[in-house]
């Protein structure tokens, strides 16, 4: 991986970073194994017993919420003979009794008793195989290593930005699942530039300004003052207005962006959808984007929130799951309330297919990145160097 | 393969076992390409240049009733350019004509005639690669080995258990294919302990016993008293009513087990549905349970009997064929028939599929055997590795 | 490979040679990327921006017509960041706009304007990558090697003998797309002989002789005579009557062969479907066979032309694309147009993949090639190795 790891700065990854199963598998080791994954949403964790499931390559990790109110996550297979303990994505239970031999484990992974195992089996000896789990805001993460890296400055700075938006007292209202013939870092760059928008997204760029983005080092006084406006109005609710981004190149960021005039949401016709959701009032509160790397992006408006989830199929293959936040008493068309992220993201991923199978092919050479407008591009595959390398480092 | 050969008694096997290509290319190597396979019935070979075909791995094999009534294997792999030369699965020739290029082969193998090849063609040189065959008791088996194991001691367990059900006489009624999306080991742990029937096998548990499989060292006055009965009801019909269990290790297992009171055969009501096979006169012989690894599990009612045939495609599927047999002339409902084993088959592969997402998954790690109910998976693991293993000693 | 290298003059290849995906790596490095490929008919880029595009292992080239009349072949592999740039098979554009993001190419593949790149970015720097390509008689063929092989005596052998038919300024009235599950040295293997067509090929042998095509050497004085008188009557129309037969082990061969009697053309009813093609005027020109390695096969009668070009998926799987074409303004029942050609063209991809089943499989061995018709598999098989080892050599 020497060849990755001196590519040339401002040039996109060789070849191999994208298509060799070999770097797949460090990908998976180093990188979605060894970081934080946002993994689902506390709006789906409302009671005790209540799971959710995230697979992580061939991963699946469970998470619950425990008798005693708080979040646990554990691997998804039988202490016994490695069963899965779950059959459904998502659901309620008692405890999980795994189908194959019916071992019983508590919400908290610890296994309450084992039929036929003799007399001298130690039943405190076994449980589902613990992973740490934390929650934000109402999103919930996990991370598969022992000893994962620091969650606080994260939740630090998502939590006075997104906790407003109530998404833990949300329900979600649309789902939608994809299945992408794409690395999973073609996704990503995709996600982390907006050179595209103008040809690609009419649906996006409604609501959104052209420039502004992270990676984006264009000027532009209308936007500027655009930006200036909203920051006082947003501060006068008590929202900070000040980013965070990728701070000392870590894993996440987290931005307030106003909308184009006249658009108080990201909707075909820039008007709310739904009531404002948790504490917000005011319908105008801009698009708070987040981006947490490797597997999350998601965007926040008043009325309805949106998130991407990022899943790693094989080194050519993605699944995408895509949930709209409501309010939870909300009443809304599941249409329009879809309507531009799901054109969005639909576009977006044949644009990731369409590159995946060039930079696959034989023709392909690393490309120079635009320093005006892919600059976050760089700085992914910075992160992304970095992860690979430092866990290589540390082996 | 050290870390397999050294695995800890009592445990599941690493999950490598499971998943690595390269152990399912030794797996097809040292046991499918060396142990005597379970090919199919007699019953479909009733007449000379009757075929079947039966798939091991990428290989294929015809088995065919020659001109001399014996029965014949050969590759199915003309020695020409390498086409198959069968079309069907199985049917009815007076020769195998390959399809390509008409070269044209005795039912025993030997090339007859092949045109256009010149007048140096030594036709006497060329034959359809042979496959050793046995047949005992109605169920035919081959083995890929140049040096095959032993098959008579299996012949002289079988035949006079297996014989007087007339499997040799019968007709195939019912046939059912599966893919299933798990390594063949899974299917064959699964087949080798009655630990997970209670939880999973409603239909099968009607006519069957909790207790009294291979494996399970629960005691029971009732199932004791049951055995004792049923035992002195066969040895007056003359049936031996010994089990024959994996002598010194060795590879099958014939035993004839009693049925639930009230039961006379594995069905829904525990009525027999067709009159007893071959020359068995009594309906209820209790079912005499086969197993030969590594693919093949059977019972025999007296009105029926049920065959399993597992056939490994790639180190994460198997298919298998299932089929059901009565007497050459009964008359039976074929949902009626099937419906016991149809069942709990399809009732296993899940099971399986579950269980072999989560040994392909990270959290997996090998886990403890039950000592009480699965001594059977112990002893499978054991004859597994030592084919492994000694195999490459003796490479 | 060295196996390879040293198989035995007169037999198939080894197994490897079929299913190795290594030695399918070398096939795409060694034989499609360093050889003449064909890619389609200059009846298809008949204006200015008018493109197809052809598939090579994980490549992708684009063929087009260029604003001075030229044809240009680029890599479809964007010089930003990889993507595509065409979303079509073929079509007409000004200029290929990257979908991605707006980079525009000129026809000839040079970068004409990359938005948003910055005041330092050097336009004229970046390119899509070029591909050598060249025009013979109304056939496209590309190169993906820096130094390609000659290309000059195909198109002098193919011109005059071709050129008549007028396939530059012919239609597509017919296109058929196949996958077949067959390495694509199985589908070569199948073009080179016509062992199996008297008994496989019903439609095809109405028309054609048993005899006469390269590597048989049967004599056969009723084909003798045939052939004799009708090069005769080709030589009073201009018609090149001599064969060019893989000169000196080269990649090519062009023949024109007779028609059984009555048969004026490779239909079913021997009957001509629409009027001779390009400057041709006699409705019998027997069918001019043409064969280039590794990917194209291809007949011509008088009034219409049948093109087959293989695209190599993996190691098992081969695409094929037939085209049938007619003079521009004919009208054709394309059911009839197509008749033969399909049939044959089917019944050969199930013989491949029965042929290929069978070399997958563990009772493979090489086979004795026919010396009475068989003699263009080997001297394919020489080509084969010589360019596979060849390349060796130079590496």
Chains 1, 2, 3 share one sequence.
């Not at 040339?8 to 990908?27: F, I, N």
């Not at 490695?82 to 508590?106: D, I, L, M, N």
């Not at 981006?291 to 998130?307: C, F, Q």
């Not at 023709?363 to 005006?372: E, I, N, Q, T």
């Amino acid at each position: 991986m020497s060849d990755l790891l001196t590519r040339s700065p401002g040039w996109s990854l060789p070849q191999a970073a994208y298509t060799d199963p070999d770097l797949y598998d460090a990908d998976l080791d180093r990188v979605f194994a060894a970081h934080w994954l946002f993994a689902g949403h506390t709006a789906e964790l409302d009671a005790p017993g209540r799971y959710l499931t995230v697979d992580v390559g061939r991963d699946r990790v469970i998470v619950v919420r425990g008798e005693d109110g708080a979040v646990h996550a554990h691997h998804d297979v039988c202490a016994h003979r490695g069963s899965r303990v779950t059959a459904e994505p998502r659901g309620r239970v008692k405890a999980f009794v795994c189908p194959y031999h019916q071992w019983v484990y508590g919400l908290d992974g610890t296994l309450r008793s084992a039929r036929l195992m003799g007399d001298c089996f130690a039943t405190a000896s076994y449980r589902l195989a613990p992973v740490a789990v934390r929650e934000t805001a109402g999103l919930v993460f996990v991370c598969l290593a022992d000893d994962p890296p620091a969650f606080e400055p994260f939740a630090a700075a998502l939590e006075p930005r997104l906790g407003p938006h109530g998404l833990a007292d949300a329900r979600i209202a649309v789902r939608h699942h994809y299945r992408v013939a794409a690395n999973w870092k073609t996704l990503v760059e995709n996600n982390r530039e907006c050179y595209h928008c103008a040809g690609s997204h009419p649906e996006f760029s409604l609501s959104n300004f052209d420039v502004g983005v992270h990676g984006d080092v264009r000027t532009n006084p209308r936007y500027d003052r655009a930006l200036a406006d909203a920051r006082a109005h947003w501060s006068a609710q008590g929202l900070p207005a000040e980013d965070v981004s990728f701070p000392g190149g870590d894993w996440y960021r987290i931005a307030r962006l106003p909308l184009r005039e006249g658009y108080v949401s990201e909707t075909l016709d820039g008007q709310p959808l739904a009531p404002p959701m948790g504490t917000l009032s005011d319908p105008d509160v801009g698009s708070l984007r987040m981006v947490s790397l490797p597997n999350m992006w998601g965007h926040a408006n008043a009325d309805y929130a949106m998130t991407t989830r990022l899943t790693p199929v094989d080194v050519a293959t993605t699944d995408v799951e895509l949930c709209f936040l409501v309010a939870r008493d909300a009443v809304v068309d599941e249409d329009d309330l879809a309507a531009v992220w799901r054109a969005t993201s639909e576009q977006d991923w044949e644009l990731c297919e369409r590159n995946y199978a060039g930079i696959a092919s034989r023709g392909y050479r690393p490309g120079p990145l635009s320093p005006v407008v892919e600059a976050s591009v760089e700085s992914f595959l910075d992160w992304y160097l970095d992860a690979l390398g430092g866990a290589a480092r540390a082996a």
